[in-house]
């Protein structure tokens, strides 16, 4: 059963700021589930975008499950609306939709690129791509006059739902890529779905290159673009107060370490616990893990197993003051991720970035863009996905050498608050959307520098 120990106070959250007026025609984003705790980065953004001009109209393919939201997402304004997440449970909205749409010029065009997918998909997704038509009909048939442009988040089921309504309206579309959509999808998905939109952002180096190599010859640069989610330092403002100095050899000072993260594949969490099982019985530790996910009891069950259980504190998934606070209290933050079975992967994991704005030290694995963000040894430590021994010696050092962890620390949140500024991306962002350029201040100017030269 979950630990019930509590986690730090929460952080009290900022006052939010007034939304400006919109300067262009309506933008609807396509999500497939909103609100969601896992997708801040997401949350963040439009925020963003709304205090830039930018008005936007939440689509969600699904319901919430969460059972709290983080305080970003009671500063939106943006309306949410859900199409029929199964169609069998709204079966007159899809068939009114259907009626409304299927006399529109682009409705042949679009029902035969739907047939193609189809045709591809037989039979194991075919369930899948007939719900994804469905939702494109009732998002086709609903969308008011006013929306021009339609934008996806992640490249997989949004952005089909997204390419078949944009086909039957007549729309433009247009899609941010994330991690698991990219590395999960068929190639010959992507490169008809790149072919496709308008453009498309990514937010890693690594899924940039991979894309840009899909998309058309005569464009594939113009067509993606890299565009770092970056951390709202506004939210994660420094630690006030020095760190403990705990070195593993007081039982009544354990060091704490903290994962945040969902109990999925691709986290490496058996790889973390086994790991944690194997170090020397004389380190004194404590693990806190916050997230949901499917493999939570299983894991749970392993740390059982392996004798640690006691050792391990499972929140589940927290509200964002839950989490800042809980990086406040950490000593070590650790991500252990690695390529799942079926491909998914890490992009650039927002909670890297979240806990070195704190100067927490971290340790994670070279996965995907991760060493886009920590420079082994400097701002941070990375071993090999998966190498459980590596993994051993690496958390044992740092439990054992509190000095190298302030040090670390240090790096890591001169790093993220010098290049990974979510003001400049946002920016970058803002003008794919067509609003006005605004005056950069200096220290979004110097990250503006930094990327042009390759630093970042």
């Known amino acids: 059963m979950p ?26 984003f396509i999500l497939k589930g909103y609100p969601r705790l896992s997708e801040t980065f997401i949350a963040q953004e439009i925020e963003a975008l709304e205090l830039r001009g930018l008005d936007i109209r939440i689509i969600s393919l699904r319901h919430p499950t969460d059972r709290t939201t983080h305080p970003v997402h009671g500063r939106i304004a943006a309306s949410v609306s859900y199409l029929p997440e199964y169609l069998y449970q709204e079966p007159l909205r899809v068939w009114r939709a259907w009626k409304a749409v299927r006399r529109k010029p682009g409705y042949g065009p ?41 934008h996806a988040h992640f490249l997989h089921t949004p952005a089909s739902v997204t390419r078949y309504a944009a086909h039957i309206t007549n729309r433009t579309w247009s899609c941010s890529a994330h991690a698991k959509d990219i590395w999960t999808s068929p190639e010959w998905e992507k490169r008809e779905k790149l072919a496709d939109l308008d453009w498309l952002v990514t937010c890693s180096q690594a899924a940039h290159d991979h894309l840009a190599a899909l998309a058309p010859d005569h464009n594939g640069n113009d067509t993606v673009s890299l565009v770092y989610h970056g951390l ?54 404590r693990l806190v893990h916050i997230g949901g996910g499917t493999l939570s009891e299983k894991l749970q069950h392993q740390a059982e197993q392996a004798g640690i259980g006691a050792k391990v504190e499972w929140h589940g998934a927290q509200s964002q003051e839950a989490v800042l606070a809980a990086y ?38 070279a996965v995907s863009a991760i060493p886009e963000l920590i420079i082994d040894g400097k701002t941070g430590v990375l071993v090999k996905a998966e190498d459980r021994a590596a993994l051993v010696k690496a958390l044992a050092h740092m439990i054992t050498d509190p000095g190298q962890r302030q040090l670390l620390g240090e790096a890591g949140e001169a790093r993220v608050r010098t290049h990974f500024s979510h003001n400049y991306w946002i920016e970058r962002l803002a003008r794919k959307f067509g609003l006005p350029i605004e005056d950069l201040p200096a220290d979004v100017a110097s990250d503006t520098a930094a990327h042009l030269s390759g630093q970042i």
């Open 3 to 28: 630990n019930s120990a509590p986690l730090p106070a929460p952080v009290p959250a900022p006052v939010p700021a007034p939304v400006p007026v919109p300067t262009k025609s309506p933008v609807a």
């Open 110 to 150: 679009a029902r035969r690129l739907w047939l193609g997918d189809l045709w591809r998909d037989r039979p194991r997704a075919w369930p899948n791509r007939v719900r994804r038509f469905g939702q494109a009909l009732v998002l086709a048939a609903e969308l008011g006059d006013e929306i021009e442009h339609l």
């Open 232 to 285: 709202d330092l506004d939210q994660f403002a420094k630690m006030d107060r020095p760190r403990f100095n705990r070195d593993g050899s007081d039982p009544g000072q354990p060091v704490r370490i903290l994962s945040v993260g969902r109990a999925v594949a691709k986290k490496g969490y058996d790889d973390l616990i086994a790991a944690l099982a194997a170090l020397p019985p004389s380190l004194q530790w």
């Open 328 to 365: 406040r209290a950490a000593d070590i933050f650790v991500l252990a991720s690695r390529i799942a079975d079926d491909g998914d992967r890490d992009g650039l994991p927002n909670v890297l970035m979240e806990a070195q704005s704190q100067g927490l030290a971290c340790l994670a694995t």
